[in-house]
């Protein structure tokens, strides 16, 4: 659950990302909580283990099978700092590519929402791009009704760079911006 009562309304606010390793990633598909929370080191939410977000666990999982250098990529909780409140989860949609391109992906807990949250985690994904030598270019790709994730990428000089037809998602905005 999200206490906001210790984080000052001006102030923005700042995450680091926890990774979840595969062992992390199964525990959360078996609702083992618990175990999940041991493993990482920090208070996981029930949103976790909820219908919402199992679906990413599975994906992630067999992402991680067919390449295991993706792990290092793909699954992280997203934890305030200083207060360490876990307020979703962040990576990317895998390792660079043949053209050092990553994608974003990151998505808040309901329960904190409209906080600032998502803004914090592009700012962090965005400074862990420019620190790896093979990402050249970040991209995101965003549905053009997906208002909230529109507006979070705004001021973080993205281009818009045409669109893409998702299996899953539909159709999708593409921007992407250089790395560093």
Known sequence: MCDHSAMPSTLAPSV??????PVVLQALLDGELAAARVATGVQLTDWFISDDITWLWRMRLDQIAADPGAADWVACAAVTVPEGTVV??????????SAGMVELSYGVDPACRR???ARAMVRELLRRAATEPDVSTVRASISPENAASLATIVGFGFDH???????????????ERPAS
Do not use: A, C, I, M
């Open 115 to 117: 906080r600032g949250y």
């Open 16 to 21: 680091r990302f926890v990774p979840l390793s």
């Open 161 to 175: 760079v045409g669109e893409q037809w998702d299996e899953e998602d539909g159709t999708e905005l593409l921007f």
């Open 88 to 97: 979703g989860v962040g990576g990317f949609h895998g390792p660079p590519d």
